[in-house]
């Protein structure tokens, strides 16, 4: 047992020892993904943006991910070495993350429960890490704790965005605080404009905030049906909700007249014209088969995961389970939608991303709540064996730098172009072409030459 609650100093030094751990899985496990083309988007985009190069050069994924993504990077940019940002970013977002779950675990829970929660999500979190590293997945699918590339910022910040949003709507509720209003009128324009933002920078991950509000609301049953969707019967929430939608939309086409942006929509009809029903249900059943072998053969890290959500599922928190019933069949919709329909990737594992971390949460809460309390420095110091494990992995930095830096070519395919301008920290700027040579416009920075101001923009990846 714990001798008595946990000191500010035993947060300090938790924080500290997987904040070092975090920043070696980035150097090691992580590294190769997070400094790939995807992943040095935003950083390069920044560069440009702060080095008065302007944006107008750049074609930009459907999603941009600029908040907060950007925001954290413009953050950071003036205090972290150009070259340490993706490595930085991922250890910064993890700290935030940490800290989001502290504080929605000290509602529900005392320090002590929530501490050990904190220790046991880190230990699991490198676990899986080394447990995919070495059974060689591809990709590795915990990365996206780490990197803001596909907006993983985004999701967690989305979470982050309801819960609190909920959880102040239900103390005015108890107290019966502002029963003419939903919120204080700073309070009502804080979310609106945080969601505003998200919105503009990716709806997926607005849509995960929206659909966690109203499965934690719909599906409490400590509320009587009528007060679970009182939402539904007020007025004043369609008239917000129109007007939020009319602005973000407004925004993000003014935000198209500066930069190129494609439409997912407009791809994904075009694709979908001419198709028959039994055309579409044939494609994603084969498609669907495929995937589930990506993850047989290149994902046994996550086969481990699943093996463990199914088994401990009976035992997660509620609002743990009502999440992953509704996510799974919304996510697993989407991942057809974009990765069969729309952009034709493979094995887009990325957008089942919420379902590994809330079984993740699951998993570490069950284990937490079903053994007793574990002194601190048995923690720790299992903590710390993890961390010397990473530290004996191979560092690719200075290996990695020299093969891009080495690299004088004009003209490169486009999973090049962006490792050649980050690695020669914007001192080169070589040209993205596809395999006929054509110019490859797909979140690229390239510059406005002879080269790019020909032909159509290309949309598919």
Known sequence: MFPRPPSILSYFIFFFISSFANFLLCETIYFELLHSADQLYLPLFLKDLVSGLGIRHWYLPPSPYFFPDL?????????????YLPSVYGTLQMILVFFGIF????????????????????????????????????PLPLVYF?????????????????????????????????????????????????????????????????????????WDGDLPFTERISYF??????????????????????????????SSFQILFAYLTGLKVSDILQLSGTYLWDFSKHIFYQGKSILVLMGLVLLLFPKFPKLNRHLVIVFFPVLVGLLLLVGRFTYLHPYPIRYLFPLLFFGLLGTTWTLGTRTKIVNPKVLTTLLFLLTGILWSLPFPREKTKTYFSRILQTEVPYDL?????????????????????????????????????????????
């Open 103 to 138: 504080i929605f675990l000290s509602k529900y829970t005392d320090q002590t429960r929530s501490f050990q929660f904190l220790y046991l999500l880190e230990i699991l979190f490198i676990f899986f890490s080394l447990l995919g590293y070495f059974a060689e997945d591809k």
């Open 146 to 218: 780490l990197t803001g590339a596909h907006h993983s910022t985004g999701f967690f910040f989305s979470l982050l965005l309801t819960l609190c949003l909920y959880s102040l709507l239900i103390d005015k509720d108890k107290k019966n605080r502002y029963p003419n209003s939903f919120l204080p009128l700073p309070l009502v324009f804080f979310f609106f404009t945080s969601f505003l933002f998200l919105y503009i920078s990716d709806r997926f991950s607005f849509l995960v905030g929206v659909i966690s509000f109203f499965v934690v609301r719909i």
């Open 233 to 262: 019967r007020n007025r004043k929430f369609w008239i917000l909700t129109f007007f939020f939608l009319l602005l973000s939309e407004l925004l993000i086409h003014g935000l198209k007249t500066i930069v190129s942006i494609p």
């Open 417 to 461: 172009e962006k490792p050649i301008r980050f690695w020669s920290e914007g001192s080169l700027t070589p040209i993205p072409v596809d395999k006929d040579g054509k110019p490859y416009h797909w979140i690229t920075g390239a510059f406005h030459t002879h080269l790019t101001e020909s032909g159509e923009p290309m949309i598919w990846k």
């Open 71 to 83: 925001l954290i990077y413009l953050i950071l940019f003036p205090v972290v070495p150009f070259l």
